[in-house]
DNA sequence: TATGAATGAGTTTTCATTCAT
DNA sequence: AATGAATGAAAACTCATTCAT
């Protein structure tokens, strides 16, 4: 898929050339460690072994600890971000590349499940942080009021006034949409191990019952 | 709602009585700094302090920090089984008090809601740990498979043979209606902050969205 | 052997008929873990438990940890001398119960050996803390130099003059008995276990080493 | 003696160089505290602040107290095997350096005695720890069974053969040799202070009565 | 007399961080 | 840039001792 490609280009292409090998090494087993043990449970000591690195060697790179969690976790909030602010989601969905609200639900679960996959480590370390961490809450909820929210609510209203969804509060419909494809992500990825039945089907499952619901009459 | 009342039965009350006041304060306070900070960031000499205790007396009583947290949360796991061990809770099922699987989902809500609001910082606590003590993730799945799950599909079948919920495999019906619950909790208490609109109509929306989904169409 | 009884009374009675049952639970306790772990590596807290008893009640009777360790020892400094002090001992020797020094010697060595044997952990204990603690040091020293020194000397002498023993000078000889007698029985109840060969013939064996060396020439 | 500088030879040099200054102060330190008020009576801030060092260092270097007690101790179960491994040591028996049985003691006590001497504190660390750590002892037996034993063994068959030894068993005459002579050392540098007569004719007292015993009778 | 909860000083141990090399 | 020895402040935990009951 293009967005991949385009994504790799929001991110900044110096930071990531810039890391020397040490550097490298020292992130991933930061990732690693905090996924495993939480941050605050983590001894720079055993970020230190496991990457084959001088415990001094990390604090050449970060100040702190905490500046190292920063420059673990801050990369993911712009990632997270990224295919809402490409160009060509907009058009996408206003120029008929998205038919249907569950033609769009289905692009945006799969993207999202594909990017959880794809970072489930550095997911879990955020969720963690944002419960104890406020900085780290202010900015995603930033990100989400500046970035996410308003493109979400032009893409409802046009289905909305396309007369294919109820007639309810923008805000009401995004709450649910929103808060069923999470949990349908986490369900899938750490309830579920990401096995259960085959992911179309999973997928295909949730969209149906966010567009019909569960009862039986019309 | 009698439900409460039935559910304070269940706890060993023995145990709640024999504690000493310093040690419900110490308790108290471990609740209190671990939902603030964290179990790892939470400092035996902070939880002291807050209770007005000697930080000895925090070990007389609990071998090891591990072993405090354990009796913090420990007793939540089984407040969260207790509504559904009630006999009361069939019954009310079967007999008739839940006339429609959407009377149910109300009655559920409604409970869990309450349940949630007056226990934040314990499943706070709670949930932080799953993550990272195997022996709490275990013992959370334990009581899901063995008492919530069974009772759950004799619920859903009765309903689903009633003719009021599609044609669609039981687990999936409770995948959906429970990942839906939760992450309407989550969202109202924690992401909400418990206000936004009232809760009748937050909570109908909520059962509207899972009887009947958000598409127009019949 | 009468000897026993009269050792009883050379013990204060009283000090042992006052004990309560609490007193000597927790004695014999103290006894067990002292000599298991050493006086230093022992919690007052495990000597309650074992004793049965709470940890206030070792404190009404000895005011601090290190006089426990007094009560247990000191007594043991009092038998030890005990058998040296009986007027039977002198007139043993004297009037012809030992007809020689290798007759002495024999009835020495069991005695200490039977001693030893009923004593073994409060001798740990004893031997352990005289490395540590200067009175134990001092009180052993006086004990030996005042009770047990003067009477061997005199025991010596007499069969010296009646010719059993070489021309050397009695310090030695005093010297010699005593180091290989003690030796001896820490080989035969520490290293060896108090098995091996039978105690008879480990006994004549060393008698007859003392006596006369393990050379074979004349 | 050239015993000695082979000695040296047998130690893991590489082991002793690797120390740095305040590795070496460390272990001079906990050697001496150690020595002076048993291994659980002393804390490890005494020992850092003896060495004059952070107590942070002491554990960089051991993991934990009991395994800087095993740094201090162990060197020393391999020193005093030692001589006993030395090619000489054979030779000199087989090869007349040892005329005599009491040649042969007589060299083994100077030798014993002066490794004893220069190594008072860590033998009184290692007698004290082998009574309450078992690991100590079972490498202490180890060593004595494999190392000590056979070669004693053998040299007290040569000699018995020779018709120098008495027709006693060979594990008495080893068990009562070894016995005398530690003895004989511990009596000498514990209890006179290393004061008394003076050494020569302190040791040929021991191996005169050893070899001739107490008895002035042929 | 006996209890056992409570204490606080002390102990072992951990850890983020610094710094000379 | 990288190391790793060293630090010292703080953490978890221990323990002899006290005291109200």
Redesign the pocket.
């Known amino acids: 898929m293009s967005n991949d490609d385009l994504l790799k280009q929001l991110l900044p292409e110096n930071e990531q050339s810039k890391l ?4 490298r090494k020292i992130l991933e087993s930061a990732i690693e460690v905090f996924a495993e043990k939480g941050f ?9 072994k496991r990457a ?17 969690l920063a420059a673990v976790v801050t990369p993911l909030l712009s990632k997270m971000v990224a295919p809402f602010l490409l160009k060509d989601f907009k058009r996408d969905v206003f120029e008929k590349e998205y038919a249907s609200y569950s033609d769009f639900l289905r692009k945006l679960i799969e993207n999202r499940l594909k990017f959880a996959r794809s970072h489930v480590q550095l997911l879990k370390i955020l969720v963690q942080e944002i419960a104890f961490q406020p900085e780290f809450k202010a900015a995603y909820i930033e990100i989400f009021q500046e970035n996410i929210f308003p493109l979400f609510k032009s893409v409802v209203t046009y289905f909305k006034e396309k007369g294919e969804l109820k007639d309810i509060p923008e805000e009401t419909i995004i709450r649910l949409t929103i808060s069923t494809i999470v949990s349908t992500i986490v369900t899938r990825i750490i309830i579920l191990n990401d096995q259960s039945l085959d992911e179309e089907e999973y997928v295909n499952e949730t969209i149906h019952f966010m567009m019909n619901g569960l009862g039986s009459k019309s």
């Not at 084959?52 to 190292?68: C, D, N, P, Q, W």
Request: charged share 30%.
């Open positions: 020397t090998d040490k550097q605050a449970a983590t001894s720079t000591n055993e970020i230190a084959g690195v001088a415990e001094g060697t990390i604090f050449r790179h970060y100040k702190t600890k905490k500046e190292l």
